[in-house]
């Protein structure tokens, strides 16, 4: 059923999802030369296309997965994916602003970098929650 726990869990991911797109991950700052004036630029994933594709799938996922409460075996597998994809959203971050760092361009994390883990949390508890409905139907196709 859609009331299910796990159904807010992925609404709760596709949401930080959708919304990590909007929001920085990082700001830049850049000098012109010769000036005093310091530029910020807010740099978000709809800039940095590998990690808007994966923002993109794991929030897909996660609704598709919702809907999939019929066969919690694929609903489970949905959420691996979306998982694997939340966790590469947060690796191909890192290593961007890592690398702007080793540029030289002074970089600063920006709040919207907490995003994509907390869309991998809320799956996660998604599988338990999905994991526990499937113990409890093999617990009562035993009983009968």
Do not use: H
């Amino acid at each position: 059923m859609i009331q299910r726990i796990q159904s807010i869990w992925l609404l709760l991911a596709a949401l930080c999802g959708v919304s990590a797109l909007f929001v920085p991950f990082a700001i830049q700052a850049t000098s012109p030369k010769y000036t005093e004036v310091v530029d910020l630029t807010a740099v978000t994933p709809l800039q940095f296309i590998p990690a808007l594709l994966t923002i993109g799938a794991f929030s897909i996922l996660s609704l598709v997965a919702i809907f999939g409460y019929k066969n919690r075996k694929s609903q489970l597998r949905f959420c691996y994916i979306a998982a694997l994809g939340a966790l590469l959203t947060v690796v191909l971050e890192y290593f961007k602003i890592r690398s702007w760092l080793q540029e030289g361009i002074a970089t600063q994390y920006a709040y919207g970098l907490v995003l994509a883990p907390a869309a991998l949390l809320f799956i996660l508890l998604a599988v338990q929650s999905i994991r526990k409905d499937e113990k409890l139907v093999r617990s009562l196709d035993r009983l009968r």
